[in-house]
């Protein structure tokens, strides 16, 4: 599929993913096809970084390289490795042979034969379908010198590999880095990006976004989720939760066949909204109840 050829297809064909966006989401995604630039995503876990690059990708009939990124991670893990246990091999047939030239070898050992391809060298191959979308997942987790790399990589669409040069992406891929802010990313990768900042939903579009992924959740039901978890937003917690949670915690409730929330359901799941322990305890008991009698009451026509 071409890529989209307005702000508004970019949107429909996100919602054909069941992925609903606004315009500013949705604007920067289509200047980012359109003028083949890199699109940086930055914003709390949860609010749907990740998926869009999923949606994406199925959008469009290509296919999506995922390279995630973790502390440490280096040229060897991101780009390619030899496989040196095939290489061990061929060598010690070789040498069971008799008769080994050397320099012949070492050229044969370096070939794309045993290359292995890490993410970044497999987005700067041709695709069947189109270029492919590379998400580059949590850049936020990686060191300085890593980021410096990636942007001479993203700068070019090219890796060079010593032995066997460098090797250029015929269509630069489709590119979307993603950041939970753990750390600031260094200004020179952001100039490089479109850049937005994808923030919680307002209360009728994340309403939007779970009738697209749990479409048989009753009316009632999602809009008691959505505003008990729009309300913990507000509360003092280590980790709020984002969509994903409201999303997982309605799939969880339609198993359990919840009609309507009550604090007794709320303590029973919590643990699909809430990660971590101490949160978990501040909404215990009295505090659960008090948010949900205030979702009640917003949510009460009379």
Known sequence: MQNPTSIDAVQDILAEQNYI???????????????????????????????????IAAALGRRLIRLQCYEGLDVSSAVYEWNFAEQMIAIRTAEAAGGVDRGHLKDELFTEEYLVERPLLQAMRPQAGGAPVLLVDEIDRTDEPFEAFLLEALSDFQVTIPELGTIHAPEPPIVILTSNRTREVHDALKRRCLYHWVDYPTFDREIEILQARAPEAADQLSREVVAFVQALRTEDLFKKPGVAETIDWAKCLLALDVISLSPEVIADTLGAILKYQDDIQKLQGSEAKRILDDVKASLDPH
């Open 21 to 55: 966006c606004g315009r500013g989401l949705g604007t920067v995604t289509f200047l980012a096809l359109t003028l083949g630039r890199p699109l940086f995503l930055e914003g709390e876990a949860g609010t749907g970084k990740t998926e869009i690059a999923k949606a």
